[in-house]
């Protein structure tokens, strides 16, 4: 048998899968923390439930990482604390993120965060490890679909210019 042909769990993680998971991990805390604060300004309940299903996505894959990494002995990133809930006509109109800002914000996250998935799997050499952020992907996607249908229905969309085709007219 080759050099890591093993059980992927007994593996050694390279330098590379160490550092994406832990920046993963520490962006993902981070991201929840922000997630948590737009919560307060989102006064569209449509939205409301995205959000509180990217803060529960994100919580699930944070344990997974969190065991991940404490299995192989690697220091997990701080956790930022958590935020109190507000209400939103507490926050002064000119303050407040509108719902279509936060929108684009879980939409840009998203793109970002499959970009990342992309990546890691990418540099894994452990299979679970390249699974795990597979999976991780698939749920991504399956959240982005979401938040773009709801960017649709809400009216939310701001698209580039649209291409015409000219020669048609010609």
């Given at each position: 048998?080759?050099i890591?042909?093993?059980?992927?769990t007994?593996?050694?993680m390279?330098?590379?899968?160490?550092?994406?998971?832990?920046?993963?991990?520490?962006?993902?805390?981070?991201?929840?923390?922000?997630?948590?604060?737009?919560?307060?300004?989102a006064?569209?309940q449509?939205?409301?439930?995205?959000i509180?299903?990217?803060?529960?996505?994100?919580?699930?894959?944070?344990?997974?990482?969190?065991?991940?990494?404490?299995e192989?002995?690697?220091g997990?990133p701080?956790?930022?604390p958590?935020?109190?809930?507000?209400?939103?006509?507490?926050?002064?109109?000119?303050a407040?993120?509108?719902?279509?800002?936060?929108?684009?914000?879980?939409?840009?996250?998203?793109?970002?965060?499959?970009?990342?998935?992309?990546?890691?799997?990418?540099?894994?050499?452990?299979?679970d490890?390249?699974?795990?952020?597979?999976?991780?992907?698939t749920?991504?996607?399956?959240?982005?679909?979401?938040?773009?249908?709801?960017?649709?229905?809400?009216?939310?969309?701001?698209?580039?210019?649209?291409?015409?085709?000219?020669?048609?007219?010609?």
């Amino acid at each position: 048998m080759g050099i890591l042909s093993g059980n992927p769990t007994e593996e050694p993680m390279h330098y590379g899968e160490v550092y994406g998971v832990w920046s993963a991990l520490h962006a993902k805390k981070a991201m929840v923390v922000g997630y948590q604060t737009l919560r307060n300004h989102a006064g569209d309940q449509d939205l409301v439930k995205l959000i509180d299903e990217a803060i529960d996505l994100s919580n699930l894959q944070m344990q997974e990482m969190e065991t991940l990494l404490k299995e192989n002995g690697v220091g997990l990133p701080p956790t930022p604390p958590e935020r109190p809930k507000a209400d939103l006509e507490d926050i002064p109109t000119g303050a407040r993120a509108m719902d279509n800002e936060i929108a684009a914000t879980l939409s840009a996250d998203v793109a970002a965060g499959l970009i990342t998935c992309s990546t890691i799997i990418g540099q894994c050499i452990r299979e679970d490890i390249a699974t795990m952020f597979g999976q991780f992907h698939t749920q991504k996607a399956t959240f982005a679909s979401k938040v773009l249908r709801l960017i649709k229905e809400k009216g939310w969309l701001v698209p580039p210019p649209l291409h015409q085709n000219k020669t048609a007219e010609q």
